[in-house]
């Protein structure tokens, strides 16, 4: 026996969130259906339509549902530092952290050439014509912080962004090693995460 | 800062989910949003769907998107036992510990007076109805078992169960306490339950 076969196909569905296995998926669909269906149905309702309107940025590439989103809009940030990051959750840790008043450019993810995610997936194109095209202009970009995760695959994508900036006119830094090796930065707290920023260091090709 | 409107309003949909907080509502949404988007898509629709169309069955009560339900209308159950339970949770766990073969009738909770849950909310009179209708049938219910939690509001919501059917020509029978007391059905392993099955006593009111 099981539950009815919409309420299977719920629990079913409800597995697709990370962490979530057959116990915890019973548990949320009994709770939904028979505590919480209001929620529920905002949940529906607002997952089905963020999943159709948030995209990239055109400019920075963070998740937004607008065509250029807030922090690139916005002319209080300094033009000349971009903060090359793996995911917009590690943007929000960095912003979260405070001190930091530059731009982002988001890779959503980093080199794995085996998964076959190369260079054109995580958005390099558009970040080299973005540094280029910022070299002639007035007030261009003339730090690129590069913050990927302190991981084997983000030390590695790390390197090869910076082969590709380094005939541009641009200093290259990486945050100094207050955050611990291994980690992911979003988990790491305010703190530390301020303090690698402050002590950032110009980046070194091997 | 935050992320986007929309993606805020993302992360304060899925806290609906029991057990969810503001950190993994926001793995959740990133995870939906960056990585399986076609997952999210089918969450969407089926939660949209099911909290539509999921209602209770005519007879019993269970969860179902038909009017009578999958077991209701087995032709291969006893219809001489039929087996109050507090959820739909409680009716999967007795169903998959085996052995009982008769029908059941689900509260969808339990009496609490404080909370304004009297006995209409519980669905007793129906299932008052449901018995006094099978005295006078051919094969008709002859025993009743009252397999609500082994807690006090379990306790208190059979008690007032076996006073309201006591006139009725039906034995009352109480799962034995192989059950932990104070625990919940659901999470009983299945040999317990199936052992407290086939050792029940007759329900003893105070
Ligand atoms: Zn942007
Ligand atoms: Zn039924």
Redesign the pocket.
Known sequence: MSFSPLVDRLMESLRVLPGVGPKTAQRMAMHLLERDRDGGRRLAEVLGVALEAVGY??????L?EED??A??NSPRRDDSVLCVVESPADQLAIEEAGGYRGR?FVLHGHLSPLDGIGPEDIGLDQLEALVAGSEAAEGGIEEVILATNPTVEGEATAHYIAARLASRGVKLSRLAYGVPMGGELEYVDGGTLSHAFNGRLPFQGD
């Open positions: 940025c055109r400019r920075c590439r963070t937004t250029v989103c922090l690139c982002y």
